[in-house]
């Protein structure tokens, strides 16, 4: 089946440390993959995506391969800030049951901490 | 630009009694509407999926009914709650269409606490 790994949290870091959450997945075709990141108390915004094997999705600084030969989408940031005190979470898309739909498939959320 | 609301944001019920959780999207049309569930500690899990006005569909069995009663508006109902119905809920538009890299927009969600 469908189904999206990620890293245990919380993943607690100094202000300017290099970040990395690991994410791995294992789906039937070749999915698009997602990293969503949820700031407390709110819903959840799309970081960045990658729709196929070698695409690199970056923003804000956030970067992710996707590498379909090791299955994996990890996200990485150079420096990271308090600002980016959040959960992260990996997802991947695929076609709905009933079709006419895609669903995305989402990994339980790392809790990122920075402190300063 | 396309905008989603929910609401309302927190809502603490007693078991037993009726829900109801609103969703509207703006500047879009025939969009695909979700509803998820974040439980704490887990991931989100995809309760109902609508393509079209009055066609709703779930891919889990639950305490929870869905609805869409015009093109922009879909709503969470349950008649009698369960404490197990705690959690984050989280409404989501995406584009009409299957094309692999379209992405799902989500609104603030609602925390609800069944006590």
């Known amino acids: 089946g469908n189904s999206v790994t990620q890293m245990e949290g919380p993943v607690t870091l100094s202000e300017e440390a290099f970040l990395t959450i690991n994410c791995t997945y294992t789906a039937t075709g070749y999915p698009s993959l997602f990293w969503y990141v949820q700031y407390p108390g709110e819903g959840l915004q799309l970081l960045l995506k990658a729709t196929k094997a070698d695409d690199k999705g970056s923003n804000k600084g956030f970067e992710a391969t996707y590498r379909k030969e090791t299955t994996s989408f990890h996200l990485e940031k150079g420096s990271v800030q308090v600002s980016d005190s959040a959960v992260y979470f990996c997802?991947?898309?695929?076609?709905?049951?009933?079709?006419?739909?895609?669903?995305?498939?989402f990994g339980a959320g790392t809790r990122l901490a920075v402190h300063p | 630009s396309q905008t989603i609301h929910q609401w309302p944001a927190t809502l603490v019920q007693p078991v037993g009694s009726p829900l109801s959780l609103e969703c509207t999207v703006e500047g879009t049309s025939n969009p695909n509407l979700y509803w998820y569930r974040q439980a704490a500690g887990r991931g989100l899990q995809l309760l109902f999926y609508s393509v079209g006005i009055g066609q709703i569909s779930s891919e889990v069995p639950q305490n929870l009914s869905a609805s869409r009663p015009q093109d922009r508006q879909f709503i969470l109902s349950s008649k009698k709650l369960l404490l197990s119905d705690s959690g984050f809920y989280l409404c989501?538009?995406?584009?009409?269409?299957?094309?692999?890299?379209?992405?799902?927009?989500f609104g603030q969600g609602t925390r609800l606490t069944v006590v």
């Open positions: 997802a991947l898309s695929v076609p709905g049951f009933s079709g006419g739909y895609n669903k995305l498939i």
């Open positions: 989501a538009w995406s584009f009409l269409g299957t094309a692999p890299n379209t992405e799902a927009f």
